[in-house]
């Protein structure tokens, strides 16, 4: 198997344990079960456990209309956010098994979109697949297009983890292209490689790729050193959430790196708005650049973690890898980032 296909497999094959436990005002039995354990696959959905965890409560719960949600730490989770994206971005310090708990009434509307279960996720699924190909292609007709037999078994594919059935349907998607740098230079290759939209002209020339990305920015106040320091969160306030495409220029002899698309995302911590300099001519010492550049890392705030896939990211990585081994499956590449906030 070569190395890129090797990536994709563990982004496919990845998985979460996780300990579920019923929320202590919902237990009418006695005694209150013990936590269901499930391994949950990363690039799946948290409502899609249910079926799984639902008869293992089901003796514990008191009589009433049921609204399934989960929590961590007395923050609601998100269902439409991939499992493995909402590990990486609660979890700075990886928990091993998550624990989450699980709740059947009071789904709390003011925070959470309502669910209907796997409908509800399907719909979502589809939706970015959608807004996916009109980043990538400028329509997304060819989603439109696919039979319902082709939708059901991609989704079907996502579901069960299943690379190879989703791989069989990408061709019907016509994604694009994105020649993968590193994997041109080691004669690699990755089963969704050519997915991303980059265009080559008559003279070879790569024009500009438009890559679906959704950023999610955690940022913390107080300072840390170590990750097991970073403070629980309180609220969905304390994360910024981008949904925008990155788009770049392949240059001959020029490696678009995993820094470049974050500078295009945040340029205020990263490139050339994120630094400060003295005016024009004005002669500097080595002390008063020292003192400005830790000056500036006070005003502007640090990036102090980027996670892909569970991955710390090095941030000169070619980009082209990232997209083309990272993604998910609705071509989306979800990039969690947790910033030291500026200090105003």
């Known amino acids: 198997m070569a190395a890129n296909e090797e990536a ?31 391994l949950a696959p990363r690039i799946g959905y948290l409502p899609l456990l249910v079926p799984l965890i639902k008869p293992y409560f089901k003796d514990s719960l008191p009589p009433g209309e049921e609204s399934i949600w989960f929590d961590y730490k007395g923050v609601p989770l998100k269902w439409y956010i991939p499992t493995g994206v909402l590990f990486d ?15 059947f009434r009071g789904y709390p509307t003011n925070v959470l979109l309502p669910c209907e279960g796997e409908d509800s996720v399907k719909w979502n699924f589809v939706n970015s697949l959608k807004e996916a190909a009109y980043i990538i292609n400028g329509n997304c007709k060819n989603v439109m297009n696919m039979s319902q037999n082709d939708q059901e078994d991609m989704w079907t594919s996502v579901m069960n983890g299943d690379l190879e059935a989703y ?38 020339q790569v024009k500009t790729a438009r890559i679906p990305v959704r950023l999610y920015v955690r940022s913390v106040n107080e300072n840390f050193e170590f990750l097991e320091d970073v403070p629980e969160m309180d609220t969905w306030d304390e994360i910024s959430y981008l949904n925008r495409p990155v788009e770049f220029l392949r240059e001959e002899g020029k490696c678009f790196t995993l820094r470049d698309a974050i500078e295009t995302l945040l340029p205020e911590y990263i490139g050339d708005r994120a630094q400060t300099s003295g005016e024009e001519g004005e002669e500097r010492t080595t002390t008063d650049v020292s003192e400005e550049a830790e000056g500036s890392q006070e005003t502007r705030g640090e990036i102090k973690l980027i996670r892909i896939q569970g991955i710390e990211m090095k941030l000169e990585i070619p980009f082209s890898w990232v997209v083309n081994n990272l993604m998910n499956p609705e071509f989306y590449l979800h990039i969690s980032v947790l910033v030291k906030a500026p200090q105003r």
Do not use: F
């Open 89 to 103: 971005l609660l979890c700075a310090e990886p928990e091993r098994p998550w624990n989450l708990t699980i709740h």
């Open 8 to 38: 994709v497999k563990y982004v496919w094959e990845g998985a979460i344990p996780l300990q579920i436990h019923l929320h202590k005002s919902e237990v009418a039995s006695h005694p209150a079960p013990p936590p269901a354990l499930v």
């Open 167 to 204: 791989t069989r349907l990408l061709p019907k998607l016509k994604m694009g292209n994105i020649e993968d740098e590193y994997s041109r230079k080691e004669g690699l290759s990755s089963p969704i490689s050519g997915q991303g939209g980059t265009e080559i002209d008559m003279a070879g």
